[in-house]
Nanobody
């Protein structure tokens, strides 16, 4: 049974930091690109970052470059999203996703596996 389980969300003040984690099971994690996609209240999905299988090459959407860092630990089947300098507009449900090839598309159907999401709220 494939599972992607996100954790680490919560309420943080503007300018603060959070680290999200996503632990995978049921598939060969190291063979998959891993992604973070978010959905703000009342808006559609937004692709924000991806990390390659083993080389660790990373890609980011412009709105989070320099503030967010994606990383992975293949020994722990876990992908992380370190979020710094958070802004109210970063408020969203954050999902992790897995794909066998590179994707920068904000639709669930583009990915092989999808997590249940974790809420991040940035507010004073």
């Amino acid at each position: 049974q494939v599972q992607l389980v996100e954790s680490g969300g919560g309420l943080v003040q503007p300018g603060g930091s959070l680290r999200l984690s996503c632990t995978a099971s049921g598939f060969t994690f190291s063979n998959y690109w891993m992604y973070w996609v978010r959905q703000a209240p009342g808006k559609g999905l937004e692709w924000i970052s991806g990390i390659k299988t083993s080389s660790g090459s990373t890609v980011y959407v412009d709105s989070v470059k320099g503030r967010f860092t994606i990383s992975r630990d293949n020994a722990k089947n876990t992908v992380y999203l370190q979020m710094n300098s958070l802004k109210p507009e970063d408020t969203a449900v954050y999902y992790c996703a897995a794909g066998s090839r590179y994707r920068a598309i904000a639709t669930r159907e583009a990915y092989d596996y999808w997590g249940q999401g974790t809420q991040v709220t940035v507010s004073s």
